[in-house]
């Protein structure tokens, strides 16, 4: 079972303006990059690969939005958009 905080969904997809299509986008590749990474055991199945990484990715949003954070890959494409590499 994933778990994810409460009203965690409709706040990511405000944090986009209400498109869906981009929050989707966005928490799809956040997921991703929490599966490529050392927190997911090489050898976990897949089921519990993407246990972890969906409960990982959505507290780690959830949390930055509690601090004011926007989506990091809006962030990212804005820094990247003014002329910086990240």
């Known amino acids: 079972m994933f778990r994810v905080p409460d009203g965690f969904a409709v706040t990511f997809v405000r ?3 209400n498109d869906w299509q ?3 986008k966005h928490w799809e590749y ?3 990059r ?6 997911v055991p090489a050898r976990a199945s ?7 990484a969906v ?3 959505s507290t780690l949003l959830h949390d930055a939005h509690q601090q004011g954070v926007a989506c990091f890959i ?3 494409e804005a820094y990247k ?3 910086r590499q990240s």
Do not use: F, N, Y
């Open 15 to 17: 944090q986009h303006d």
């Open 22 to 24: 981009q929050a989707q």
């Open 30 to 32: 956040i997921v991703h």
């Open 34 to 39: 929490v599966l490529d990474s050392k927190d």
């Open 46 to 52: 897949a089921p519990e690969a993407m246990r972890i």
């Open 55 to 57: 409960t990982g990715a």
């Open 74 to 76: 809006c962030l990212e």
């Open 81 to 83: 958009s003014a002329g």
